[in-house]
C-alpha cells in the first residue's frame, strides 16, 4: 500500500522568502504525486500532479514540484511566498486504483 | 463551469444519530470519491463511487455508505454517529477515463455532541 510522509508540521516564512515543503511516499512502482493547498476552512485545490515525463512540473500560483526517484521524493517549492500563501499544504500519491493517499499536511505562517 | 459542490455545509447532530451528505461532481466528471478529514490530520479515503457502484473502499466500518446516481451525483450515509465521527467529509470528483486527478468540493462540516 501506498503511504505519504510530510516531514514538517510547521514552517514559518517570511514574504519574499522562498519556501521548500517536503514530501516523501513509498510505493513500488511509480506513483501519481500531488500537491494540494487547504485555506483555513476550506476545501482542497489543486496545485500541480506528477504523472510521468519531466521531473520538474510547473503548478498554479508560481509553485513548482520536483520528483526525485531516487530519493521517493516529491518536494514543493516558490520562489517568493506572499502573504496569501499563507495555508495547509497536502502532498498526496495515486497508485492507479484512483485513492489518493495523503499525508498529514504542513501549515504554513508567512510573517511580514 | 461549476466545480464539485456539497450539501449542506455544516452540520451538528447527536450520538446515534444518522446524517446524510450530498455532492453533485464537476461537469464532465463521472467518478465520485469521499475522504473524512479529522482535525489536524489529512483526508482519509472512505470509498469510490463509479457507475453507481462502489468500486473502491476504505478501511471504514459498514457504518458508512454511499451512493451514486445517475446523474452522478453522490450522497454519503454516517449511521449511528460516534464522536469520533466529527470531521470535514471531503467529496471529490474525477473523470475515470485516463485521469487520476481528483477535484475537491469545499466540505461539509459534521460535528457530532
Known amino acids: 500500500a501506498q503511504s505519504v510522509t510530510q516531514p514538517d508540521i510547521h514552517i514559518t516564512v517570511s514574504e519574499g522568502a522562498s519556501l521548500e515543503l517536503r514530501c516523501n511516499y513509498s510505493y513500488g512502482a511509480t506513483p501519481y504525486l500531488f500537491w494540494y493547498v487547504q485555506s483555513p476552512g476550506q476545501g482542497l485545490q489543486l496545485l500541480l500532479k506528477y504523472f510521468s515525463g519531466d521531473t520538474l512540473v510547473q503548478g498554479i500560483k508560481g509553485f513548482e514540484a520536483e520528483f526525485k526517484r531516487s530519493q521517493s521524493s516529491f518536494n514543493l517549492r516558490k520562489p517568493s511566498v506572499h502573504w496569501s500563501d499563507a495555508a495547509e499544504y497536502f502532498c498526496a500519491v495515486g497508485a492507479g486504483d484512483y485513492k489518493l493517499s495523503f499525508g498529514a499536511g504542513t501549515t504554513v505562517t508567512v510573517r511580514a | 463551469d461549476a466545480g464539485v459542490t456539497q450539501s449542506p455545509t455544516h452540520l451538528i447532530k447527536t450520538r446515534g444519530q444518522q446524517v446524510t451528505l450530498r455532492c453533485s461532481p464537476k461537469?464532465?466528471?463521472?467518478?465520485v470519491s469521499w475522504y473524512q478529514q479529522a482535525l489536524g490530520q489529512g483526508p482519509q479515503f472512505i470509498f469510490q463511487y463509479y457507475e453507481e457502484e462502489e468500486r473502491q473502499r476504505g478501511n471504514f466500518p459498514d457504518r458508512f455508505s454511499g451512493h451514486q446516481f445517475p446523474n452522478y451525483s453522490s450522497e454519503l450515509n454516517v449511521n449511528a454517529l460516534l464522536l469520533g465521527d466529527s470531521a470535514l467529509y471531503l467529496c471529490?470528483?474525477?473523470?475515470?477515463?485516463?485521469?487520476?486527478?481528483?477535484?475537491f468540493g469545499p466540505g461539509t462540516r459534521l460535528l457530532v455532541l
Open positions: 471529490a470528483s474525477s473523470a475515470l477515463t485516463g485521469s487520476e486527478t481528483q477535484y
Open positions: 461537469s464532465g466528471h463521472d467518478t
